[in-house]
Structure formats: C-alpha cells, structure tokens
C-alpha cells in the first residue's frame, strides 16, 4: 500500500438517478467552504468516458473545453474548481477512462506488468487510484475533492468506483468522504417528494461497497422531517447527513453560502476530524451582493455559433458577471447567432447592445456574420470585445475595410484567399493529429505601453491561456499598422501577435488568448472589467442623451 503523503483527506463526490444535477458545483461549493476555513483544497474530475479528453469533443456533446495554464483541455467543472477556489489545476485534475486505458495499454505494450494478464481489475483501478495518489503528493493539499462524472448505475464508471472504494479503504476510516448528489423529485399527483430514486441509487452505491456518508438532495421543495429521516433510515445515513439542496434562486455564487447554512462544510469536518473553524466568507457574500443587486446594468451582445447551447461559452458568461460586479452592473447578455447576423439586418439585430463580444470558435458557419459583428462594432463606436476567433475577425474586418485589403481572410475558411491576414503557421501545417495538436495553455505576452491592454493590466508582461491553431500573419504587420491597427501585445521575442487594438475607439480589443479563463469572482479580469466599464459607460451616456432630449422635446 503506499504511504499516505501529508495527513491528507479525501471526498469523492458521486451522482445518482439523473445526470445535470450540479454535482460540480456542489464540489467547487464545498472547496470554497473548506478554503475559506483555512484548508488547502485541490478539486480534481475524473470522467469515465473513452475520450482522453473532450479536445476534441463537439461543444454540443460536452459544452465548453477549459483550459488550464500547462495545456490540458479539460471538462468544463474544472473551470468552476478554478473559479470557486484558488487552486491552480494541471492536466492530472481530469482524469478519463481514455486516459487510464491509454497508460494501461502502453505500459501493457512495454512489458510492464511481466506477462501477466491485465484486467480492469486491479490493472485499470490501480491505475485510477495511482492518479489520486500521484495528485496528493504533488500538490500537497489539506483536503482533495475529486468529483466522478456520470451517474451511479453507469456501466464506465464501474471501475472508477471500485477504485475508489479500495482507495477509502487503503487510506482507512476518517480519511475518506463520500458524498452523493441525488434527485429528491416532487410528483405533483402524489403531491409528495419521492425518496425512492435515491434510496434505488445509494442501494447501487452500496452494491459496489461504498456507504455514502452525505447524502445531498437536489429537491424542488424543502426537504421536510419526514422525507429526510426516511432517506435517513434506507440509505443508512444519519439524518443530520441528509443535506437539502434546492435550487439558489439568483446566481451560482450563492451556493456556498447556502450550502454553509445546511451545515454541509460542519458535517464533513466533523467527519473527517478536521479542524472546527467558521469559513471567513466576507468577500464572497460582498461579491454574491454586488452580482444579486447592482445598480446598473448593461446588455452585452456575444455573437457565437453555438448560442443556444447554455455551456458553450461558460467561462465567458462568467468572466461577465465577475465584470459586472466590479462596476456595480448586471451584465445582461444578449446571445446571438451569427448566422443570423450573415443573413439578417445587422443594425437591427446589433442596436441595443452596449458592447459586442466575439467568443472563440472553429469552422467557416456564421464567420462573415462575425466579420459584419465587428465592423459594426469599428463604425458605430460599440465597445468590442475580441477572443480567439473574435480577434481573427476583427483582424480580417480591418484587413478588408480600412487597410484596403480586398478578400482578405483566414486560411481557416479560405486557403485561397489573397491575402491571408491570418493563417498557420509552419509548424502547425504539417500537423494532421486533431487531440491537443493547438498551441496551448499558458504563453507570455509583452504589452506596448501606452495601449488600453497595458493600463488596464497595470503591468508589461502578461500570460495567458490559448487555444487555437491559426495565428496573425506577421507578413501584414507593417501594413495593418500603417492602416491604424495597434498591436498592443506580442510574444516576447516578436513573434506571435497577441492583442490588436484600435485606439481611437471607446473600447475595441481583440485578444488571440481566452482571458477568461484566469478570471475570478474577487479577481475579474482586467479586460473583461475594461469592456464592460466602457458598455456601462455607453449606455450611460444614452441614457443621459436621452433624458436630455425629453427635456429638451
Ligand atoms: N479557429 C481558430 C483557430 O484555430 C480560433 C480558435 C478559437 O477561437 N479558440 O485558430
């Protein structure tokens, strides 16, 4: 058995009955309670599906991939883990069955495990429960909570299970924690919360041996004496570990909170006998407030290609509200479908945004949509936010309409395109592998003083996450200059440009990085701020033109 490193306490977070039940949420919720009773806590997802990562998954199948500063492409709740706690995550915080079955077989094909016959177990758990191990001795965290995608009962996370429930054994009583998400659903015919689901749930829990010791109900309703002692008595939880969990009526940030008044972080400290504390939650309530009750607003247009789907831009949405909150605004955002752009009257569809922000994405669907997006944005001085693909757009806009540059485009949607302002590069052009081919992760950028990116990082050097295969054609640097394109950042040695500016603009940048990843609830991005402080300022300034003129009329 390996040594147990530090005095570290484990939580296993699983899910029962149906999937979208906030399970990630939760765990980033008890990360934050448990940091703010002065542990170190590091948030880790294991997902038993086959891919290695969801890289390569449609944001229709798996919403946002976030990104973390060594490069992974990881499930979207570690952007949560992130944002919920201050802990930096690597590429061992999402482990998936892709991955374990790709180290088993390669170590498999080295000879290995010396001619014996691998098996899912032990080979495939031990595997999975070396990645825990490994996880705690690198980061040396009071408390790691490690959330397992899917629903109990699904046949992929059978071995993630077993390995964990050798895991708690391993690390013996008192230094393991599992807590289940389940479903308490309200039948309106019976007029009753139904506790079978979860009492079917934790019986599959505890076919594989593992006994939860919460037990967290998303319910609709209260969850009443009555219901919990029964969910108390069948699932063999004590009653007070029968946690309600309904819906936070304004914004994710209050969970915590709420959670904190369930007495969720009370009940897990007290199980794994770590120290008694009060969270210190001053700054994330003064945070929950300034989301909940601004005292203005302002209407941000994001105009995407997957806008209907609610995870696609995640981080995005929010990066918006941590903006928000730092100018005392509620940023309601406006989605859009570029498409609809392409084809449609753009005033009409762009005329009550007070900014414009263009979100990553791949592919040609809705791209001159985009294009139209930030010219209008250029011309009628809306505040424009540009990332990833929204900075391309911004350069091609530019590259056609000021600098003169007929057709110009990326090699992206048109490899013949006379004038190629964003293209591959030469290393990336002979690359044919789909899985983490991109330049990825954490790259520093110089920032040019004087430029709006400069004053509003307050500093010359930055680094920032990337995710994109398509760079600015340095070709046309001098000529998209000379035409009044300010290249505000760059890779240290000149390279590779990195944030586009126009100058005489209320707001227009465009950045080659995701920015939102790195944002916070009490550390918004200085970008994200900047552009919604100008939107604020927009429509401000409206407001006031148009009270003025009432008078005036
Ligand atoms: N499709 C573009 C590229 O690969 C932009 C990618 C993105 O926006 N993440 O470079």
């Known amino acids: 058995m390996p040594t147990q490193p530090r005095n570290t306490k484990f939580i296993f977070v699983t899910g029962g009955v149906v999937s979208s039940l906030g399970k990630g949420l939760a765990a980033a919720s008890l990360g934050t309670l448990l940091e703010k009773r002065g542990h170190k806590v590091i948030l880790q997802k294991f997902d038993p599906y086959l891919n290695v990562d969801p890289g390569t998954m449609s944001p229709f199948q798996h919403g946002e991939v976030y990104v973390l500063d060594d490069g992974a492409e990881t499930d979207l709740d570690l952007g949560h883990y992130e944002r919920f706690t201050s802990g930096v995550l690597s590429k061992l915080n999402n482990l998936t069955s892709g991955q374990v079955y790709e180290n088993v077989i390669a170590k498999e094909r080295k000879g290995d495990y010396l001619g014996k016959t691998v098996q899912?177990?032990?080979?495939?758990?031990?595997?999975?429960?070396?990645?825990?191990?490994?996880?705690?001795?690198?980061?040396?965290?009071?408390?790691?909570?490690?959330?397992?995608?899917?629903?109990?009962?699904?046949?992929?996370?059978?071995?993630?299970?077993?390995?964990?429930?050798?895991?708690?054994?391993?690390?013996?009583?008192?230094?393991?924690?599992?807590?289940?998400?389940?479903?308490?659903?309200?039948?309106?015919?019976?007029?009753?919360?139904?506790?079978?689901?979860?009492?079917?749930?934790?019986?599959?829990?505890?076919?594989?041996?593992?006994?939860?010791?919460?037990?967290?109900?998303?319910?609709?309703?209260?969850?009443?004496?009555?219901?919990?002692?029964?969910?108390?008595?069948?699932?063999n939880v004590p009653s007070e570990a029968v946690i309600e969990c309904r819906d936070v009526p304004h914004s994710i940030y209050e969970l915590p909170l709420?959670?904190?008044?369930?007495?969720?972080?009370?009940?897990?400290?007290?199980?794994?006998?770590?120290?008694?504390?009060?969270?210190?939650?001053?700054?994330?309530?003064?945070?929950?407030?300034?989301?909940?009750?601004?005292?203005?607003?302002?209407?941000?247009?994001?105009?995407?290609?997957?806008?209907?789907?609610?995870?696609?831009?995640?981080?995005?949405?929010?990066?918006?509200?941590?903006?928000?909150?730092?100018?005392?605004?509620r940023v309601i955002v406006e989605r859009i479908d570029a498409e609809d752009v392409e084809k449609g009257d753009v005033e009409e569809q762009l005329d009550s945004v007070d900014g414009l922000l263009i979100p990553g994405g791949f592919g040609d669907r809705g791209i001159e949509g985009k294009v139209r997006a930030a010219e209008y944005a250029r011309t009628h001085g809306i505040p424009y936010f540009g990332i990833c693909l929204g900075m391309q757009v911004a350069t091609i806009e530019f590259a056609r309409n000021v600098a003169g540059l007929v057709g110009a485009n990326s090699t992206e949607f048109d490899q013949g395109t006379a004038h190629p302002v964003i293209c591959l590069l030469?290393?990336?052009?002979?690359?044919?592998?789909?899985?983490?081919?991109?330049?990825?992760?954490?790259?520093?950028?110089?920032?040019?003083?004087?430029?709006?990116?400069?004053?509003?990082?307050?500093?010359?050097?930055?680094?920032?996450?990337?995710?994109?295969?398509?760079?600015?054609?340095?070709?046309?640097?001098?000529?998209?200059?000379?035409?009044?394109?300010?290249?505000?950042?760059?890779?240290?040695?000149?390279?590779?440009?990195?944030?586009?500016?126009?100058?005489?603009?209320?707001?227009?940048?465009?950045?080659?990085?995701?920015?939102?990843?790195?944002?916070?609830?009490?550390?918004?991005?200085?970008?994200?701020?900047?552009?919604?402080?100008?939107?604020?300022?927009?429509?401000?300034?409206?407001?006031?033109?148009?009270?003025?003129?009432?008078?005036?009329?």
Not at 172 to 195: Q, S
Not at 435 to 462: E, H, N, Q
Request: hydrophobic letters at 40%; proline letters at 6%.
């Open 120 to 235: 899912v177990i032990p080979h495939v758990t031990n595997e999975i429960k070396g990645r825990i191990y490994e996880v705690a001795k690198k980061v040396d965290a009071d408390v790691i909570i490690t959330e397992i995608g899917g629903t109990v009962g699904d046949i992929e996370g059978l071995p993630f299970l077993e390995a964990l429930r050798q895991f708690a054994h391993e690390v013996g009583p008192g230094n393991a924690l599992f807590i289940h998400v389940t479903l308490v659903p309200y039948i309106g015919a019976a007029g009753e919360l139904k506790t079978k689901p979860t009492q079917q749930s934790i019986a599959k829990l505890r076919e594989i041996g593992i006994q939860p010791h919460v037990v967290l109900c998303r319910s609709e309703l209260p969850i009443e004496r009555d219901v919990r002692e029964k969910i108390s008595m069948f699932c």
């Open 258 to 329: 709420y959670l904190q008044e369930e007495k969720l972080d009370d009940i897990v400290c007290d199980r794994l006998s770590l120290p008694e504390a009060e969270p210190d939650l001053s700054a994330w309530k003064n945070f929950v407030e300034r989301v909940i009750d601004p005292q203005h607003e302002t209407r941000i247009g994001v105009v995407g290609k997957y806008i209907e789907l609610q995870d696609a831009y995640k981080s995005i949405y929010e990066a918006l509200t941590h903006a928000g909150a730092a100018n005392d605004c």
């Open 426 to 553: 030469d290393e990336q052009k002979s690359v044919t592998q789909k899985g983490a081919s991109m330049r990825l992760g954490s790259w520093v950028c110089d920032l040019r003083p004087g430029s709006r990116s400069f004053d509003l990082y307050k500093s010359a050097t930055i680094s920032e996450r990337h995710r994109h295969r398509f760079e600015f054609n340095s070709d046309y640097r001098d000529q998209l200059e000379a035409a009044g394109l300010v290249i505000a950042g760059s890779a240290p040695d000149g390279t590779l440009v990195e944030i586009v500016e126009l100058p005489k603009h209320p707001f227009y940048v465009a950045a080659q990085f995701h920015p939102e990843f790195l944002s916070k609830p009490n550390t918004p991005h200085p970008l994200f701020t900047g552009f919604v402080a100008a939107a604020l300022a927009r429509r401000l300034g409206v407001q006031k033109h148009a009270r003025e003129a009432a008078v005036n009329s």
